[in-house]
């Protein structure tokens, strides 16, 4: 996606592409459409509608100039045009925020930062189980076992606060941004994906129509998750990097081959800049 008056193809750059030439007063996110990491920064980059561009990358033929900015050659990366560079998802999140404080997410109370901080600490063990479950087409009951307690604790988290549907109460936080990928991927198996039994708490204007109405996990066990998970789906920064459950699930699928689908759905997109002037 990109930012305020800022265009560039969201294309995949991959080895052996030249490096595509910076603007001079514009934010550079190197990322990669469907990463839950690189969704994090771009979730707080809409939020606080920081203009940028992107630049997509293919994660399994790297540039070399990604390597150059990151050595681990993962995305998220910020570059400033001046060179400077930050990378790590949750470190190119609260650098954001403290760079453009206005309508600061991050909490100043330390004591709540710390409570958050151990809350998005578990996305770790969260993202091992989501992916137990796409290699195993949703049986690995380790995977199921994993997340059901993450579910659990955030649920009665949520049940702690009763401020609001946000884990900061009215308005998201930084903690609500930081987990949030992981929840909207979930969709992609049965045994999350969310109806409610309640006509007022359904979410079909922004979950896809073929999702069944079969009795779910979400909307039984772990109600307050729920009512978070809709109200996160409404929110402006989530319709603007979010992909539907078909796009999830396919783009999953081809996870699992030797040449991830890393520019499904482009088919309309301009051409990449480099290959533009030959």
Same mark, same amino acid.
């Given at each position: 996606?990109?930012?305020?008056?800022?265009?560039?193809?969201?294309?995949?750059?991959?080895?052996?592409?030249?490096?595509?030439?910076?603007?001079?007063?514009?934010?550079?996110?190197?990322?990669?459409?469907?990463?839950?990491?690189?969704?994090?920064?771009?979730?707080?980059?809409?939020?606080?509608? *920081?203009?940028?561009?992107?630049?997509?990358?293919? %994660?399994?033929?790297?540039?070399?100039?990604?390597?150059?900015?990151?050595?681990?050659?993962?995305?998220?990366?910020?570059?400033?045009?001046?060179?400077?560079?930050?990378?790590?998802?949750?470190?190119?999140?609260? =650098?954001? $925020?403290? *760079?453009?404080?206005?309508?600061?997410?991050?909490?100043?109370?330390?004591?709540?930062?710390?409570? $958050?901080?151990? %809350?998005?600490?578990?996305?770790?063990?969260?993202?091992?189980?989501? =992916?137990?479950?796409?290699?195993?087409?949703?049986?690995?009951?380790? +995977?199921?076992?994993?997340?059901?307690?993450?579910?659990?604790?955030?649920?009665?988290?949520?049940?702690?606060?009763?401020?609001?549907?946000?884990?900061?109460?009215?308005?998201?936080?930084?903690?609500?941004?930081? *987990?949030?990928?992981?929840?909207?991927?979930?969709?992609?198996?049965?045994? =999350?994906?969310?109806?409610?039994?309640?006509?007022?708490?359904? *979410?079909?204007?922004?979950?896809?129509?073929?999702?069944? +109405?079969?009795?779910?996990?979400?909307?039984?066990?772990?109600?307050?998750?729920?009512?978070?998970?809709?109200?996160? /789906?409404?929110?402006?920064?989530?319709?603007?990097?979010? /992909?539907?459950?078909?796009?999830?699930?396919?783009?999953?699928?081809?996870? %699992?081959?030797? $040449?991830?689908? =890393?520019?499904?759905?482009? $088919?309309?997109?301009?051409?990449?800049?480099?290959?533009?002037?030959?």
């Amino acid at each position: 996606m990109a930012g305020k008056g800022q265009r560039m193809t969201l294309r995949t750059f991959e080895e052996g592409m030249p490096f595509p030439p910076m603007k001079p007063d514009t934010l550079r996110l190197y990322s990669m459409r469907f990463c839950p990491y690189a969704q994090r920064a771009r979730l707080v980059l809409a939020h606080k509608n *920081i203009p940028y561009e992107t630049v997509n990358v293919h %994660l399994k033929r790297k540039p070399s100039w990604l390597l150059e900015r990151n050595p681990k050659g993962r995305v998220p990366v910020l570059e400033h045009p001046d060179g400077r560079i930050v990378f790590e998802s949750i470190i190119v999140c609260q =650098y954001l $925020d403290e *760079i453009f404080p206005e309508d600061c997410l991050t909490p100043q109370d330390p004591y709540q930062k710390a409570c $958050d901080r151990v %809350l998005v600490d578990y996305c770790d063990k969260f993202m091992m189980a989501w =992916y137990q479950l796409l290699f195993t087409d949703g049986e690995s009951e380790e +995977g199921k076992a994993t997340i059901e307690a993450g579910l659990h604790m955030y649920d009665q988290e949520l049940e702690k606060r009763q401020k609001g549907p946000f884990f900061g109460g009215s308005k998201p936080v930084m903690l609500d941004y930081l *987990i949030w990928p992981w929840f909207e991927r979930l969709t992609m198996f049965d045994d =999350y994906t969310s109806l409610s039994s309640h006509p007022d708490e359904r *979410i079909t204007s922004t979950v896809p129509e073929d999702i069944s +109405g079969r009795p779910v996990v979400v909307a039984t066990k772990y109600p307050r998750v729920f009512r978070w998970m809709a109200s996160m /789906f409404e929110l402006p920064a989530v319709r603007d990097t979010m /992909f539907d459950l078909m796009s999830h699930r396919r783009f999953g699928r081809s996870q %699992l081959t030797a $040449d991830p689908e =890393y520019d499904m759905g482009l $088919d309309d997109e301009p051409p990449l800049p480099h290959l533009a002037k030959l």
